[in-house]
């Protein structure tokens, strides 16, 4: 089956500085999705790029199917950034997601 | 809209007995998802449900099972429960297609003694 993998799998950063983080996968996907899980265990939608750019305040993703990788951008972060961030990716047909491993980001004060 | 749905949020169950968990879709989804998150495992696909209709399963034993009701409310059952069932449970929704943006419930955190 697709395999998915992020890196880095832990980011430890101060406030105010920016971000980015990765995600590989092995197989042509129609569907890419970025969550951030927050302390109670909800996934929050952030993206939905199977393909192109997209911004959203500080946070921006651009998803290269034909290379297969896309990005998270976090500018400024800030504190409430901390948390862990999947990438899940579905293909054709298949009706589910396949998440990567997460990336765990800590923001510090 | 309402988002997605879950009950209960949390609970605890000993070994050998058997859970049901509730997930309701937001208004007008008629696909859920279900998926257990555990730490060593990560977040894993159990099955989603269309239509009342299973179209797509996981690699889970046989005690998982699910359904789902022509309201597109949908639940999950775990009989003969075991240790390493303790997990969040999480819900997804979406409208249809494999291509759709699929939302989640707030989860389902359940404890196995």
């Known amino acids: 089956g697709i395999q998915v993998e992020q890196s880095p799998p832990d980011l430890i950063l101060q406030e105010g500085a920016n971000s980015t983080l990765r995600c590989n996968f092995s197989?042509?996907?129609?569907?890419l999705q970025w969550f951030h899980q927050n302390p109670w265990g909800q996934l929050i939608n952030l993206f939905y790029?199977?393909?192109g750019t997209k911004q959203n305040g500080r946070l921006s993703a651009t998803t290269v199917a034909t290379e297969r990788y896309s990005l998270l951008y976090i500018s400024s972060s800030q504190t409430t950034d901390s948390g862990v961030y999947f990438c899940?990716?579905?293909?054709?047909?298949?009706?589910?997601?396949?998440f990567g491993q997460g990336t765990r980001l800590t923001i510090n004060p | 809209k309402a988002g997605v749905t879950q009950t209960p949020r949390y609970l605890i169950k000993t070994r050998g007995q058997q859970v049901t968990l509730s997930c309701s879709p937001i208004?007008?989804?008629?696909?859920v998802s279900w998926y257990q998150q555990t730490p060593g495992q990560g977040l894993q696909f159990l099955f989603e449900?269309?239509?009342?209709?299973?179209?797509n399963k996981g690699n889970f034993p046989g005690r998982f099972s699910g359904r789902q009701f022509s309201n597109s409310r949908s639940e999950m059952n775990v009989s003969t429960l075991e240790l390493g069932d303790s997990a969040l449970y999480l819900c997804?929704?979406?409208?249809?297609?494999?291509?759709?943006?699929?939302?989640f419930g707030p989860g389902t955190r359940l404890t196995v003694l």
């Open positions: 790029i199977p393909s």
């Open positions: 197989d042509s996907v129609n569907n």
């Open positions: 997804a929704s979406k409208s249809g297609g494999s291509y759709n943006e699929q939302f």
């Open positions: 899940a990716v579905g293909i054709q047909g298949a009706q589910k997601l396949v």
């Open positions: 449900y269309f239509s009342e209709t299973q179209r």
């Open positions: 208004s007008g989804h008629r696909s």
